[in-house]
């Protein structure tokens, strides 16, 4: 576990988060990160269990509550089970889940057994049982990350972080990079 930054990553030094492939929660279509993510300001959470839920939870409120009406805002949750049992028992209680998840984030709230082994370690996941949540920009590059539950700062530096890149993205593009698709999204 780390501490999250109070800022952003810069741009040149953000890596691109990988092409996960999930599952819808809402109408159980095939969704990519890479697709679903390009072009908008995305926090995204990667769940494997009831506490991960909770820590991503105590870092996303604060941005959820500040930037929920913005168009070019998102947010998406990877309920990542890569065990092949745990996903089964995952998939079989669908319906549950659905009540459990508000109907605005279902359609962005995939069910993922894609295995991540190698990926891990350069997304700072080491730890299985823990949230994860990650500030993607339009470009797909993790400009921000927290693991575990959120301190009050770090849960300000979230909200503040997404401001800033939303408004960044409301003002059209400052760099040549922000107006390409994105180079490789599918390297971490």
């Known amino acids: 576990m780390w501490i999250a930054p109070r800022v952003l990553i810069r741009e040149d030094k953000a890596l691109y988060f990988p092409d996960v492939k999930g599952v ?45 009406g913005n168009k070019n805002f998102q947010y998406m949750q990877i309920n990542l089970q890569e065990n092949l049992l745990k996903s089964w028992l995952v998939s079989l209680s669908l319906s549950s ?20 082994e190698y990926l891990r370690v350069p997304l700072g996941m080491e730890n299985k049982h823990i949230g994860y949540s ?6 797909l590059k993790i400009r921000w990350a927290g693991c575990g539950f959120a301190r009050p700062e770090e849960s300000e530096a979230l909200a503040n972080c997404t401001r800033v890149l939303l408004d960044r993205l409301d003002s059209g593009p400052s760099s040549p990079t922000t107006s390409k698709k994105p180079d490789s999204p599918k390297a971490a």
């Open 134 to 139: 990650y500030l993607l920009d339009d470009n």
């Open 24 to 68: 819808s929660l809402d109408n159980r279509s095939t969704v990519h990160t890479t697709t679903a993510c390009a072009g908008r300001i995305t926090l995204l959470s990667v769940l494997s269990t009831k506490i991960s839920e909770l820590h991503a939870q105590s870092f996303v409120e604060q941005a959820l509550e500040q930037h929920k």
């Open 97 to 116: 889940l659905r009540k459990t998840v508000p109907p605005e984030f279902q359609s962005t709230y995939l069910l993922s057994n894609q295995n991540m």
